[in-house]
């Protein structure tokens, strides 16, 4: 495997190119998938190519991805990294509610490791949700120092953060050792351009949540251009111009479509030159 390609998750080196299970749930990642047999048949594609970092979370669906991630995979590959994240709960219309107290830390705990049947979590992600999408300031010390607690415990070996400010990655780092933050960031959203660069000097890993713009698809005609030039898929640029941006920077792109997998993981091979490079850089500076 070309070491340019994979980077440090914890205490193992994965893929740089992985795999995002949230849409395996039914719309709006709530609710069973509208075909079990092709959610099953993507996460059995996905390992079978060589991927080797799955994401997941027991409030997608809830708890579906994670029982259908068991269903398709266990025994689980030694070499595969099973990334959670906890922090809200779904409600019964599906909304996305916080759940950070340390009792619901626990509680969500316990629900992965029982849905995926695991022992012992890869890496938990505490999702800083405060009731929006959005970041915002404040302390995450109580949620993550009750996961860190678990850490201590053996339920948990890492701990990474999720949708969060600099100063609360600063904040985490000091309370217990972090390996990785996923936030979001694409083509279009920089926002976390420094923090990306400070945490590659640390070697903590970066992983960009929306890569492709989420629900709001990326869309734009240098991303366009490029890729007609380049005869690659907009996706596939997008992609490549991550994989391009830092090399501490891991993909979790998610499709329920295994013919979209196969699209997606080929973006590693996708070469930008300069001026590809050029072009795709206006994206963000325009927004």
């Known amino acids: 495997m070309d070491s340019t ?34 959610a099953l048949a ?6 079978a190519a060589g991927v080797d970092h799955i994401d997941t979370s027991d409030f997608y669906g809830p708890h579906v ?16 990294t099973i990334v959670t994240k906890v922090g809200a709960v779904r409600g019964p219309e599906g909304s996305w509610d916080p759940a950070q107290s340390p009792a619901a830390l626990r509680a969500a705990v316990h629900d992965n490791l029982r849905n995926l049947g695991l022992d012992q979590l890869a890496v938990v992600n505490f999702r800083v949700h405060d009731g ?14 009750a996961l860190a607690a678990m850490r201590e415990e053996g339920l948990i070996r890492h701990l990474g953060i999720s949708n969060a400010t600099a100063a609360q990655v600063d904040e985490a780092r000091a309370i217990a050792p972090l390996v990785c933050v996923q936030n979001m960031y694409n083509l279009a959203h ?11 000097a640390d070697g903590i890993a970066y992983v960009p949540f929306f890569p492709l713009g989420g629900f709001s698809p990326l869309q734009s005609g240098a991303l366009d251009a490029v890729a007609a030039r380049l005869g690659a898929t907009p996706m596939q640029v997008a992609l490549a111009w991550l994989l391009h941006r830092s090399p501490n920077i891991l993909l979790i792109p998610g499709t329920s479509s295994v013919a979209h997998l196969r699209e997606n ?9 300069a001026a590809a490079l050029d072009a795709l850089d206006t994206i963000g500076a325009t927004r």
């Open 265 to 273: 993981l080929a973006a590693a091979a996708v070469v930008l030159d």
């Open 5 to 38: 390609m994979t980077y440090r998750l914890g205490d193992r080196d994965v893929r740089r190119l992985g795999y995002g299970a949230m849409q395996l749930a039914g719309p709006g990642v709530f609710g069973p998938p509208r075909d079990r047999d092709a």
């Open 65 to 80: 991805t994670n029982q259908l991630i068991r269903e398709a995979l266990a025994p689980y590959p030694e070499d595969l």
């Open 42 to 47: 993507v996460l059995r594609a996905a390992v």
């Open 132 to 145: 929006s999408h959005g970041r915002s300031e404040g302390s995450i010390a109580e949620g993550y120092g």
């Open 190 to 200: 920089r926002e976390d351009d420094p923090l990306i660069d400070r945490l590659a």
